[in-house]
């Protein structure tokens, strides 16, 4: 029997990655893999994250079952459409509000954002790896615990009956809904490039995510003037509007109106994220090996 | 003659330790606050910028009653007291622990526990009480504010006891935030890595937005027993509005000084697992 020699050193394994004809896709492959690893290694810090998607939206959702009576329906929901809307925002709040614009802001700070800005790939490719890697984490917690949620809310529980059209819409509009969020929340990460202290910034944006993305209430509990701000700002297409996709309640008009609005979100935001990170490096001065 | 420094002059009974304590801890006080007086400007921006997600808090959660009546036996008035309560609570508790629970983790990894632990004070004390967030006073007083506001709506005139049992069940609900929370943290010295563990505490914390009357079975048994969420909230609110229970007041008592001294025993074990990691 032979021993492996005991001053071997361990080598990575190479994953290797098919060939392709898509331009920067093995390249991101290889980030996506190496930001998982880097990920898994973070997983319990995760947790944690993760019980901010969980337990905010289910404190309101307790509020709520001690409110209704018998037969209510409150702000068009009744009681089993309250605990569905509660959970599905949990889901999607989790695996779709991403969080580019603290890496962001801590290398432009440092000085350590050149190196990003050198590399020979998409910044957003880059980011976007980073960022999805990390809701590979999270679905470890969501999937137990949303196993959890469905068997104490059993009773409150339907498969939500709508036509394969909403279905489609509901598909197509939860990559735009973390795209939607995901551009928004680069370009806030680029106003580092400006402010020094962008945390209390960043706070006071997720105060108004938490308003108009309907994590706290339904966006149709709210009062008209919120709802009326709401309706001139990107979050209510984060993923408020995938759950009512569900809800079947939109007619084939409302749908396509829904979508194009979101799409316009998505590209509009990216926009607004390539304009402000290029007025941004003009002034970038780093100072970061 | 050469003065002696009482405070590091080794104590040998209960109240001289006591005495000695107090004053070690007034001296973190004046040194955070001093620190706090240089930056004017901002610790003047932190306080008002507490006071307004406070002031959101509350607002969210009584958005509900735009929509409904109640929520199971609480009126808006009666919830605008118990988010009072939770403000005051958990406000007091990240003024007088948030820094250094949050700097905890460091101090493990960086093996500058050392300097706390070769201190002649005792280490849970020093870890625990190193920096005081003065600009959480702000939500506190705004807690105060909207308790009153709450009671005064309801047309109640709680009287002195009313107000000194408040006042003690509140405090309780501090140690008990404050064990739950240490303990918690405490989680690194297995772990390692975990900078993020003082986070833990804000989002579970705020499930005390919720009167433990509404919840139903085991659920809300966990948060008055287990998790002794209600103490944050529920049972401080339940005194001011007059209708506490009898067994509330000794049980959080005991449960807090039960709870602390459990966390000092957890500190003591994790230590054990604590090898130093500065030069």
């Known amino acids: 029997m032979t021993t492996a020699p005991t001053n071997m050193v361990a080598r990575p394994v190479a994953v290797e990655f098919p060939r392709s ?50 037969g209510d329906t409150v702000a068009g929901y009744d009681v089993a459409g309250m605990v569905q809307y509660y959970l599905g925002v949990i889901a999607l709040r989790t695996l779709l509000n991403p969080h580019p614009e603290w890496d962001i802001a801590e290398k432009i700070a440092k000085g350590t954002y050149g190196q990003i800005l050198l590399r020979p790939m998409s910044i957003v490719g880059y980011h976007l790896a980073g960022e999805v890697a990390w809701k590979v984490v999270r679905l470890l917690w969501l999937l137990p615990s949303m196993a959890i949620c469905i068997a104490i809310f059993w009773d409150y529980l339907q498969t939500p009956v709508v036509s394969p059209l909403h279905w489609t819409a509901f598909a197509v509009s939860i990559p735009m809904g973390y795209l939607t969020a995901f551009f928004l929340k680069m370009t806030m990460g680029y106003v580092a490039f400006w402010a020094t202290n962008t945390e209390g910034i960043f706070v006071f944006m997720i105060s108004l995510e938490m308003v108009f993305t309907g994590n706290f209430l339904p966006l149709q509990a709210m009062p008209d003037w919120v709802r009326m701000i709401g309706d001139w700002l990107p979050y209510r297409y984060f993923y408020f509007f995938s759950t009512q996709i569900l809800r079947g309640t939109f007619t084939e008009a409302e749908l396509a109106t829904g979508i194009l609005t979101q799409l316009a979100w998505v590209i509009g935001g990216y926009i607004m994220m390539r304009i402000v990170r290029t007025a941004g490096i003009r002034r970038y001065a780093a100072f970061g090996g | 003659m050469a003065t002696v420094d009482t405070a590091f002059v080794p104590a040998t009974t209960f109240w001289h330790q006591l005495r000695r304590y107090l004053r070690l801890y007034g001296a973190v006080a004046r040194y955070c606050l001093a620190r706090d007086l240089e930056y004017r400007t901002n610790m003047v921006f932190n306080l008002f910028r507490e006071a307004f997600y406070a002031g959101l808090q509350v607002m969210f959660v009584n958005l509900i009653y735009l929509n409904v009546k109640s929520v199971g036996d609480w009126s808006s008035d009666q919830m605008l007291v118990l988010m009072g309560s939770y403000t005051i609570v958990t406000n007091l508790t990240y003024c007088l622990f948030w820094e250094t629970m949050t700097g905890l983790s460091g101090l493990v990894n960086t093996g500058e526990l050392d300097l706390v632990l070769t201190k002649p004070v005792n280490g849970q004390f020093l870890v625990s009480v190193r920096r005081i967030a003065f600009m959480n006073l702000a939500p506190v007083a705004f807690g105060f504010g909207i308790a009153s506001y709450g009671i005064t709506r309801l047309g109640l005139q709680p009287g002195l006891l009313d107000i000194l049992s408040y006042l003690i069940l509140c405090g309780c609900g501090v140690a008990l935030c404050y064990a739950m929370w240490f303990s918690s943290v405490l989680l690194v010295f297995w772990t390692g890595r975990m900078q993020n563990i003082a986070a833990v505490f804000e989002p579970v914390v705020s499930m005390a937005r919720v009167p433990t009357d509404v919840l139903r079975g085991p659920i ?60």
């Open chain 2, 220 to 279: 809300r048994l966990a948060f008055t027993f287990v998790v002794p969420l209600a103490f944050a909230g529920t049972v401080p609110a339940r005194a001011l509005l007059g209708v506490g229970e009898a067994w509330h007041m000794p049980f959080a008592i005991v449960a807090s000084v039960g709870a602390v001294f459990a966390s000092n025993k957890l500190w003591k074990r994790a230590l054990r697992e604590y090898s130093s990691a500065s030069s």
């Open chain 1, 21 to 70: 004809s898509f331009p920067g896709t093995r390249k991101f492959g290889r980030l996506l893999l190496a930001s998982w690893q880097d990920a898994l290694q973070y997983r319990l810090e995760g947790a944690v994250w993760f019980l901010y998607d969980l337990l905010p939206p289910m404190g309101m959702l307790l509020l709520w079952l001690g409110a209704y009576r018998p």
